[in-house]
């Protein structure tokens, strides 16, 4: 089992860029597909990006594409996400989560929210207009 732990969230204006970082515990993350959802108050969790369990394959939402990457880190066992050019509309808490082997290719992505077995506790991030 791992425990995922999100830090970086924080209060900024529209174009600034925050990085947050997901450590993990417990298990080396290379063994898990990762991602990155966001909850903004009153909606539901949604995908933001989502990593395979491989490194090769990432997906991006279309909103976030070009202003926001996710990286791996191994050696920190550390998954971050680098979100540039912010705009009020990212405004949320930001979770990573991460899924457990599975018997498909390490090159998959999982995009659902229910596809994923352990969730940090989240980290709020404010962009302000």
């Known amino acids: 089992q791992v425990q995922l732990v999100e830090s970086g969230g924080g209060m900024v204006q529209a174009g600034a860029s925050l990085r947050l970082s997901c450590a993990a515990s417990?298990?080396?993350?290379?063994?898990?597909?990762m991602g990155w959802f966001r909850q903004a108050p009153g909606k539901e969790r949604k995908l933001v990006t989502a990593?395979?369990?491989?490194?090769?394959?990432?997906y991006y939402v279309d909103s976030v594409k070009g202003r926001f990457t996710s990286s791996t880190d191994n050696a920190k066992n550390t998954v971050f996400l680098q979100m540039n050019s912010l705009k009020p509309e990212d405004t949320a808490v930001y979770y990573c989560?991460?899924?457990?082997?599975?018997?498909?290719?390490?090159?998959?992505?999982?995009?659902?929210?229910?596809?994923?077995?352990?969730w940090g506790q989240g980290t709020q991030v404010t962009v302000s207009s």
């Open positions: 989560a991460a899924k457990a082997p599975t018997l498909l290719t390490r090159d998959y992505v999982y995009t659902g929210a229910a596809d994923y077995d352990y």
């Open positions: 990593i395979s369990r491989s490194g090769v394959n990432t």
């Open positions: 417990g298990r080396t993350l290379s063994t898990y597909a």
